[in-house]
T-cell receptor, first 114, second 111 residues
Framework: DVKVTQSSRYLVKRTGEKVFLECVQDMDHENMFWYRQDPGLGLRLIYFSYDVKMKEKGDIPEGYSVSREKKERFSLILESASTNQTSMYLC?????????????FGDGTRLSIL | ELKVEQNPLFLSMQEGKNYTIYCNYS?????LYWYRQDPGKSLESLFVLLSNGAVKQEGRLMASLDTKARLSTLHITAAVHDLSATYFC???????????WGAGTKLIIKP
């Protein structure tokens, strides 16, 4: 089974802090994604990566950056956290679109910015 | 721009009843996914629909795809309490393989 592990289930940080959210997958997947989930808005894509050191902006990249130094790890960085970044953050991965595989999700990190 | 609309967004129903969740999308796509999310949990893949007319069934859930109508349905037969969850559809954008997500349907099944 694919395992996508997010480093924290719950995180509380203060406004202005630099926040790191880590995601690791164990199935050698090429593609990794960071979403945020807010009530009534579904999932919104922040950034995705299709290979090591490659990244693409999603729909809402402002205020975020990402890092993919190794294939199995995809990090989301909040450069200077703000209260409107309080949300559930979900990491996902999949092998490739050609394989018609669904994305596999981690358990999520519920982040609160005070 | 690809947009995905689910309806209803909230559904409360009695056990034993049948109901359908609808997922409409705005531009051409051949790949649609259904996911389930339990409260406080992550998303679990239910179905992958890859072509027009595709139908998949698992237990009391059946999903179908009509690419011409740009519509997928998730049908629940003889609902049971364990099916209470939020259900999401997601459509793959042809241009870059990203998934565009519906807002989710919160389903509550009362015993």
């Amino acid at each position: 089974d694919v395992k996508v592990t997010q480093s924290s289930r719950y995180l509380v940080k203060r406004t202005g802090e630099k926040v790191f959210l880590e995601c690791v997958q164990d199935m050698d997947h090429e593609n990794m994604f960071w979403y945020r989930q807010d009530p009534g808005l579904g999932l919104r894509l922040i950034y995705f990566s299709y290979d090591v050191k490659m990244k693409e902006k999603g729909d809402i990249p402002e205020g975020y950056s990402v890092s993919r130094e190794k294939k199995e790890r995809f990090s989301l960085i909040l450069e200077s956290a703000s209260t409107n970044q309080t949300s559930m953050y979900l990491c996902a991965s999949f092998l490739s679109s050609g394989g018609h595989q669904p994305q596999h999700f981690g358990d999520g990190t519920r982040l609160s910015i005070l | 721009e690809l947009k995905v609309e689910q309806n209803p967004l909230f559904l409360s129903m009695q056990e034993g009843k049948n109901y359908t969740i609808y997922c409409n999308y705005s531009t051409t796509s051949d790949r649609l996914y259904w996911y389930r999310q339990d409260p406080g949990k992550s998303l679990e893949s239910l179905f992958v629909l890859l072509s027009n007319g595709a139908v998949k069934q698992e237990g009391r859930l059946m999903a179908s795809l009509d690419t011409k109508a740009r519509l997928s349905t998730l049908h629940i037969t003889a609902a049971v309490h364990d099916l209470s969850a939020t259900y999401f559809c997601a459509v793959e954008a042809q241009s870059n393989y990203q998934l565009i997500w519906g807002a989710g349907t919160k389903l509550i099944i009362k015993p």
